[in-house]
């Protein structure tokens, strides 16, 4: 449904190059990466609005490189909705309908069906200024939707939400997806919206994409240091990684060698996520298969937030562990105090630098 092909994009000293990227037809796919990586340039290249350098963008079978951004088939909605403050909520959600000419008995129509869909009716005749920031992003999405367009393009639609908003108009996203079948492209920095709404997911980072996948794939498997630290696997250390005497891949850094499952050998490189890694006053009474992977340190740092607490433990090297909270008051762990870290051999992910 959407086939990036070689696609350059050029903007001040800022580049995307060589970009390729593939949606399927119906797919919910986020595009992941951090502030200034390009990802609305991405977007706005997509819809037609944004000029490209080289490449060639096909939606839906067609080519639409050279085609005029309002006959690609393709609704964006922004993260500051965009809504005209002059006009009312029903003005604002057919004015895409109405710039078209389309008859009145079918823009009733066509607003009766989105407004129910995402249950606004109540909003028809405020202005956007009376509205919630949840509220207006509904809104926006209506405007997006009501034209019936191929893909819809998201560009961080939850960023500028408070939580409780946040949480409605995602369930809302998730909803409209399965119920329209839409291909949605949405873009993202935050880690948590990528997991819970992406059938897919890109990393965008350095000019390019780094890495396509699951979202388990990319979180727990990343392809590159890039990925590896912006999708906060938090350690990742360089190394060495060979076979011991039993054939266990064992992987060498700062003075320590870790099990790994992976096959890799060589100078590489290995991420462990920190929810990932025990870490108590005592070794577990059983390693069930991780035979060696108990590595005694000293708490250097604990940082509360919240739900969870982060534990830094100086080995070396030094190593960061997330415990919950409840976790974390029954274990009495102090800054100063002997820890023990017990790493399990199937979460140290190995790849080349």
């Not at 490449?55 to 309002?70: K, M, N, Q, S």
């Not at 809504?83 to 909520?89: A, W």
């Not at 509360?304 to 762990?333: K, W």
Request: with cysteine; charged share 20%.
């Amino acid at each position: 449904m959407i086939e990036l092909r070689q696609l350059s994009v050029r903007l001040g000293k800022f580049a995307l190059d060589d970009v390729g990227l593939t949606v399927h037809r119906g797919e919910y796919f986020v595009l992941l990466g951090p502030t200034g990586a390009g990802k609305t340039v991405l977007l706005e290249a997509i819809a037609g609005v944004q000029p490209i350098r080289a490449g060639e963008i096909w939606l839906a079978g067609r080519d639409v490189t050279r085609i005029e951004p309002e006959k690609r088939g393709v609704s964006i909605v922004y993260q500051g909705q965009m809504l005209f403050p002059h006009l009312t909520v029903r003005k604002n959600i057919v004015f895409g309908l109405r710039i078209r000419r389309e008859p009145s008995g079918k823009i009733a129509a066509a607003l009766a069906r989105v407004v129910a869909l995402l249950g606004i009716e109540h909003l028809l005749d405020r202005r956007p200024e009376t509205l919630s920031g949840g509220e207006a992003q509904k809104v926006a999405l209506a405007r997006a939707i009501v034209t019936e367009p191929d893909i819809l393009l998201l560009d961080e639609p939850l960023g500028a939400l408070d939580p409780q908003s946040r949480d409605g108009v995602q369930q809302e996203l998730a909803r409209l997806h399965k119920s329209l079948g839409l291909t949605i492209l949405h873009v993202t920095h935050d880690f948590q919206e990528a997991i819970t709404l992406g059938g897919c997911i890109a990393v965008l980072g350095e000019g390019k994409i780094q890495q396509v996948g699951l979202p388990d794939e990319v979180f727990r498997q990343p392809s590159s240091e890039f990925v590896a630290r912006f999708t906060m696997a938090m350690n990742v250390f360089n190394g060495y990684a060979a076979k011991d005497a039993d054939g266990r891949t064992m992987f060498s850094t700062g003075g320590i060698s870790i099990t790994s499952n992976d096959d890799l050998e060589g100078s590489c490189l290995a991420s462990i996520r920190p929810e990932e890694l025990q870490v108590g006053p005592a070794m577990p009474r059983s390693a069930k298969g991780d035979v060696g992977n108990h590595f005694w340190g000293v708490i250097t740092q604990i940082t509360d937030r919240g739900a969870v607490v982060y534990i830094t433990v100086e080995l070396p090297p030094s190593l960061e562990c997330l415990v919950t909270r409840r976790a974390y008051q029954e274990m009495g762990l102090y800054v100063g105090q002997q820890a023990c870290v017990t790493i399990r051999a199937s979460s140290v992910h190995l790849f080349e630098g």
